[in-house]
């Protein structure tokens, strides 16, 4: 086997732990427990922590009817991956169309990151999506284990972290075009969980959330020429945001289209549009990261 190949069937491994780590546990009273995968980043990764909250927050939702139309998490303290997190979900309000949830997520009694859900009952209405860009299709796209060869030493962090999501660039990713000399003020990228999922709404909604904090700071850094492993960068989530507008499908595939409208202060924002195959807008995102630049002497 070639190192891409090698790489893509021990990601299939990584998506059946993500499976795992979304199961939690219920320790009753509206708490939840999540663990961390086998491979994990140095401290706990912002897309899990919002995945697991969604999870925990749609358990304590009694009914299915009720879409999660937005949950926003803002981040305190990074987690310790050698730990389980504690997600201590408050029902803030219940009626027939509306649901309300505050998830407080904590280790050894500090809190984590704190998030606010939100769920309504669908109702036909007016509907609109903005163009999804004109990209080509996932199918003839390389793998991003494929973007990997030649490049493992510089890209330690992505090769050793877990990759549940294939995700497919249509642009070149920072590595590749930091090579080439190019900059771009945004990334487009096809992504899908690498196996399926359970029919469960949830299941679905919680999958997108953790591929959503994957390439959102991207285009952060491509603007500047910059790249993730050959530029020194040092990059945390602060806070971040997803808008649901229609169901979502998660094992099949969808465009994330990012961009960054403004950075300063070593503090980055960017936004980003989750589009499925017909081109109907699923999802929105917005992120604030820090990140920091120390250019090489």
Do not use: C
């Not at 050793?160 to 771009?184: H, M, V």
């Amino acid at each position: 086997m070639t190192s891409a190949q090698s790489l893509i069937e021990e990601a299939k491994g990584d998506f059946q732990e993500l499976l795992e780590i979304l199961d939690l546990e219920d320790g009753g009273n509206g708490k939840f427990i999540g663990q961390h995968p086998s491979k994990a980043w140095a401290r706990t990764y912002g897309g899990q922590i919002v995945a697991q909250t969604i999870i925990a927050a749609g358990r304590t939702v009694e009914s299915d009817k009720l879409d999660l139309h937005v949950a926003q998490t803002h981040f305190i303290r990074g987690g310790d991956v050698k730990q389980p997190i504690e997600y201590q979900v408050t029902a803030l309000r219940d009626e027939r169309s509306i649901a309300n949830r505050q998830v407080t997520a904590s280790q050894n009694g500090e809190v984590m990151s704190v998030s606010l859900l939100a769920y309504q009952l669908g109702r036909p209405g007016l509907e609109h999506s903005s163009p999804m860009p004109s990209v080509p299709d996932p199918e003839g796209l390389p793998e991003i284990e494929e973007t990997f060869v030649g490049m493992e030493k510089d890209l330690t962090m992505f090769v050793e972290a877990p990759r549940p999501i294939d995700w497919r660039y249509t642009n070149k990713p920072s590595w590749l075009a930091k090579e080439a000399g190019e900059a771009f003020p945004y990334n487009r990228v096809w992504m899908r969980t690498r196996g399926e999922l359970p029919d469960e709404p949830r299941w679905h909604e919680a999958a997108l959330a953790y591929a959503s904090d994957t390439t959102i700071l991207d285009s952060i850094i491509t603007q500047h020429g910059l790249s993730w492993g050959l530029d020194r960068i040092i990059a945390a989530t602060l806070n971040h945001s997803l808008w649901f507008h229609r169901p979502v499908r998660f094992d099949q595939w969808h465009l994330y289209a990012t961009e960054s409208p403004a950075a300063a202060e070593s503090r980055g924002f960017s936004t980003g549009a989750f589009y499925a195959r017909n081109g109907d807008r699923i999802a929105s995102s917005a992120q604030e990261g820090m990140v920091i630049y120390r250019p090489r002497k």
